[in-house]
């Protein structure tokens, strides 16, 4: 029912910032949102996910203080806002939604967009 599109990969230098999207249509009201992110030959990894009030957020440590998402409920999307890139965070970046927040943490959302891929050179 719920399918989520995301945009805003690329191509960019380390340093750089680049700034993710994902549009959910379908009903998701009160559902969290979230990214992972997985590179080749590498397991899936959580990124970065959020509450449907915005209030709750967490982070994978090694992106923290680099990355912010946030979400605009009314547009039924999230961003994820990506500054001072490094190579290791080149990977296809995956949003993810649920209707329980837990799940997305867990690594089990229910819905997951096709990814968009975000690379960054040195």
């Known amino acids: 029912q719920v399918q989520l599109v995301e945009s805003g990969g690329g191509l960019v230098q380390a340093g750089d910032s680049l700034r993710l999207s994902c549009v959910a249509s379908?009903?998701?009201?009160?559902?969290?949102m979230g990214w992972f992110r997985q590179a080749p030959g590498k397991e899936r990894e959580f990124v970065a996910a959020?509450?449907?009030?915005?209030?709750?957020?967490n982070y994978l440590d090694s992106v923290k203080g680099r990355f912010t998402l946030s979400r605009d409920n009314a547009k039924n999307t999230v961003y994820l806002q990506m500054n001072n890139l490094k190579p290791e965070d080149t990977a296809v970046y995956y949003c993810?939604?649920?209707?329980?927040?837990?799940?997305?943490?867990?690594?089990?959302?229910?819905?997951w967009g096709q990814g968009t891929q975000v690379a960054v050179s040195s």
């Open positions: 379908g009903a998701t009201v009160g559902y969290g």
């Open positions: 959020i509450s449907w009030s915005g209030g709750t957020a």
């Open positions: 993810a939604a649920s209707s329980g927040y837990g799940t997305i943490r867990a690594g089990k959302p229910s819905y």
